[in-house]
């Protein structure tokens, strides 16, 4: 039913076209998010969100030692 | 823990070498009793986690600092700290400058396990800043400023409000519509690229449309400071590297939107979007601030908030704006003079090297004037305020000197080179149209607007931020900080430089103590040590302390009585003190030294001596093979032998200078054709700072006020700055490359341009190649080389 409907556009160059609205939907939906995030601040602090991540309350020898290898924040 | 190579001692909290004492706790060895308290308080509360990553160091508490947080508890000057308050839970953020590496945020986002009154913490890592949230009731602000200092990390509160935020938000908003054109564009002209023709018109004509909607927002928003620099220079009747990007950009845009409107196809709004795009990581990547540093700082921030107000018999915190002439201030060890006032109390022993460059300490006797910034060391003392603080000799030259020239001729190299950049590409176009009019007249707007889109110097414009953008990241990481990229190239060109010497040459803190006379016994200093040990007096605790770092003496109990002032004399008959206290007469004893004296017999003096920076020396004579060199002190010239031997021959060295008169200094220079580059950290170099040509301030660690001015450089790096100047004279060469390289792909572009063979396909493979050539290339140049000192610090 659902593909007989769409048929004609599905089998012609009309599938071009919805992948064109779906691309540009997409970036829209990103560049939303982007905006968003650097609105809100999420990028205010690049370096502490993680090292915070790392640390448990008891957190292993593993763990602790990654997190040195990550002081790349020039 | 022991160090394999040199067999000292290594804290196991700070990883400093413990020279001066050991102390042994669980199994571990610690340099000072605020090590081993940070180590037992974080154990205490199983926070141990802390050190099981071994190559993160944590900071040795300040013990000398004495600091009280009573500020805090004041209802009027809290009020400027907190952020809000709910009942007895209060949110402050405080500025916590020692914070540097993983640990500490470790630590102070566990602050709650340390006191429960501590409801939340959060730190904010590029701003040095930590948000805290506690109960009033179970802990006061004082003591959380407290608890902060016991474990290393001493709040600074100066300025709140003057801690920016200076993630460019609009920068980053411009950045992702022009990423966002750029992705989308260029995704729908894939059939473009791969021959779509006029069979399937319905969707070429679609795809074009929907790309001109979609760069609406990049000219109009994104390229905008491109196009507000361009018209700016134009204006200012001078030329820059942004006039030719904006030509090419419009150039590019008509074009495209012919295309779109002549049914054509999309044109090169592609290569528009990628172009904005590129330009805008560019900015985005120069644009590297070092936020938690302060390069403007003024005097107010140097100036504690509060001083202790004695009203009657009753003390009271005071702001210092609120001070009156007339007021009665006390004044603890190791506090600043806040304004100009009148010695009450008997004698008063203060340090005014950050301000004067003097380096002896001045004593006061009762009813001597005072200037304000000295810092009392010793005894405390209470004053009687002259003038008000903003009205002192200090605030007032600081307020003379506003006027650093933000325009003074400076061009960058980008700049000068844009003049031939414009000449060549109109002299290129008018060239082709020429020629091609001989051959078909009709093609000729068609050539030279694609001469003036392959010529745009996208290639070119990159190359600048990412050299030195990626220059400064270096250097940020060998602590030396630059404000921004044209410091670089400020430095390239400055010819002179000058010299502070008291906190620049010379330590400035530590003294050295050297003992002229008859030789002393064992026994007669372990006695001088034991005498000094309840001392107040500063050269009896640099005497202290010397003894205590030369040689291990023994301690023993020996009564005496300090006279302020004066000196300290023992029940046995040791006296030490000055001149007149051991009896020789004091007008002819001048230069700063403590005498030693046993039963009325003079036995020698103790001389206090400025030392010298590590390594200086060598890094002055490296640095004077290219630079010529001067020095002005606020000193007296009595150290003039200890720097002079290392200076080449023709120096000049200028002492007793006032702070005005270094400025005049500079200007003099200047004048005479000179590019001077000022090094100096007091508040004395301020006014030379911002009048040379770069101003570079020394820090102690970061956290101390330094003047404002161009460039920060960690003190204890200062003998590594012949290799950072190397480097950054290296930069031109590095540019150099850039900028043939992307010339080399201009050219590429109008030979195909010229040629008519220009389409928008073409267009889009060169543009990101040269750009992406340029970016690798640059980064590859700069980072290749290594700067001492080898080990990194994390910025």
Redesign the interface.
């Known amino acids: 039913m659902f593909y007989l409907l769409f048929r004609p556009v599905l089998c012609t160059?009309g599938m071009?076209?919805i992948m064109?609205i779906v691309?540009?939907c997409l970036?829209?939906f990103?560049?939303g998010i982007?905006?968003w995030a650097?609105?809100t601040?999420q990028?205010?602090?690049?370096?502490?969100p993680s090292?915070?991540i790392?640390?448990e309350d008891?957190?292993d020898?593993n763990e602790?030692?990654q997190?040195?290898n990550?002081?790349t924040?020039? | 823990m022991k160090n394999p190579q040199t067999d000292t001692v290594i804290c196991f909290h700070c990883h400093e070498p413990a020279t001066e004492e050991i102390i042994r706790f669980e199994a571990h060895d610690f340099c000072c009793n605020g090590c081993k308290q940070v180590y037992q308080l974080l154990s205490e509360h199983d926070l141990g986690a802390y050190y099981s990553d071994q190559t993160l160091t944590g900071i040795r508490p300040n013990k000398y600092s004495k600091k009280r947080f009573d500020i805090l508890d004041d209802p009027a000057i809290r009020q400027s700290y907190i952020d809000f308050q709910e009942g007895n839970t209060v949110k402050i953020t405080l500025h916590l400058p020692q914070i540097h590496c993983a640990s500490c945020i470790y630590l102070l986002e566990h602050l709650s396990k340390l006191n429960p009154g501590v409801i939340h913490s959060l730190v904010n890592f590029p701003k040095r800043q930590c948000s805290i949230i506690v109960d009033e009731s179970q802990i006061a602000l004082s003591e959380l400023a407290h608890l902060l200092t016991k474990i290393g990390y001493e709040p600074n509160f100066t300025k709140v409000e003057a801690r920016k935020s200076t993630v460019n938000k609009r920068l980053l908003f411009q950045l992702g519509f022009a990423g966002f054109a750029f992705g989308s564009i260029m995704l729908w002209s894939f059939p473009e690229y791969l021959g779509i023709d006029q069979t399937y018109k319905g969707f070429r004509d679609l795809s074009a449309y929907l790309s001109f909607v979609v760069s609406l927002p990049v000219l109009f928003f994104s390229a905008q400071d491109f196009f507000k620099s361009a018209f700016g220079a134009l204006r200012a009747k001078t030329l820059n590297l942004d006039i030719p990007i904006t030509i090419g950009i419009i150039a590019l845009y008509l074009r495209s939107c012919y295309a779109i409107f002549s049914n054509e196809g999309p044109g090169y709004m592609d290569s528009f979007a990628a172009f904005i795009f590129f330009l805008l990581i560019g900015k985005w990547f120069q644009n590297k601030t070092y936020q938690w540093l302060s390069f403007e700082r003024d005097f107010t921030a140097y100036f504690p908030i509060a001083v202790i107000r004695k009203q009657g018999d009753q003390t009271e915190l005071c702001p210092i704006d609120e001070l009156k002439v007339g007021d009665q201030v006390r004044i603890r060890n190791e506090e600043i003079i806040p304004c100009d006032s009148l010695l009450l109390s008997e004698k008063a022993t203060i340090d005014y090297s950050f301000v004067t460059g003097e380096s002896d300490w001045v004593e006061k006797n009762q009813g001597d004037m005072i200037y304000a910034g000295g810092k009392i060391c010793g005894e405390t003392v209470e004053l009687s305020v002259l003038k008000t603080s903003s009205r002192s000799e200090l605030t007032q030259l600081w307020n003379e000197q506003h006027s650093k020239q933000e325009n003074d001729g400076f061009q960058s190299r980008q700049d000068r080179i844009s003049r031939y950049f414009i000449a060549a590409v109109l002299l290129i176009a008018t060239g082709a149209a020429i020629g091609w009019s001989f051959v078909d007249p009709v093609q000729i707007p068609e050539i030279v607007t694609a001469v003036l889109i392959v010529a745009c110097p996208c290639a070119l414009a990159l190359s600048v931020p990412f050299t030195y953008g990626n220059m400064m990241r270096k250097l940020g990481r060998k602590g030396f900080y630059l404000r921004n990229t044209t410091i670089i190239e400020r430095i390239q060109q400055c010819t002179h430089i000058v010299f502070d010497k008291t906190g620049t040459l010379t330590e400035q803190d530590t003294k050295s103590v050297e003992y002229i006379g008859e030789p002393l016994t064992l026994e007669q200093l372990d006695e001088v040590y034991a005498i000094t040990k309840h001392a107040t007096h500063p050269y009896a605790l640099a005497i202290h302390q010397w003894i205590r770092q030369t040689l291990r003496p023994k301690e023993m109990d020996l009564k005496a009585i300090e006279y302020a002032g004066l000196g300290i004399a023992s029940e046995n008959g040791l006296k030490l003190g000055s001149a007149s206290f051991v009896g020789m007469d004091e007008s002819k004893h001048l230069e700063s030294c403590s005498y030693l004296a046993i039963q009325e017999h003079v036995l020698g003096k103790f001389v206090f001596k400025s030392s010298l920076r590590k390594g200086v020396s060598n890094a002055v004579t490296a640095l004077g093979c290219a630079h010529k060199l001067s020095v002005v002190s606020g000193d007296t010239g009595r150290d003039l032998e200890l720097i002079r031997p290392f200076f080449p021959s023709g120096s000049d060295f200028h002492f007793e200078q006032t702070p005005v008169a270094k400025k005049k200094y500079i200007d003099k220079l200047q004048e005479s054709g000179e590019r001077v580059l000022m090094i100096g950290d007091g508040l004395n170099d301020a006014g030379a700072l911002n009048s040379a040509f770069v101003g570079l301030a020394l820090s102690e660690d970061l956290v101390r006020f330094t003047p404002s001015s161009d460039a920060i450089l960690k003190a204890e790096n200062l003998q590594f700055l012949p290799e950072y100047i190397r480097y950054i004279q290296q930069g031109k060469g590095f540019l150099k490359i850039s900028f043939a390289f992307s010339l080399m792909y201009n050219l590429t572009g109008v030979g195909f341009a010229v040629s008519g063979a220009l389409t928008p396909f073409v267009a889009t493979i060169l543009m990101p190649l040269s750009s992406i050539t340029v970016v690798g290339l640059a980064t590859f140049l700069t980072l290749r080389k290594k700067l001492p000192p080898f080990q990194e610090t994390i910025v």
């Open positions: 160059m071009i076209y064109l691309s540009l970036a829209v990103f560049l982007f905006l650097t609105k601040g990028y205010d602090d690049d370096y502490s090292v915070r790392l640390y008891e957190p020898q602790s030692n997190n040195n990550g002081n924040n020039g």
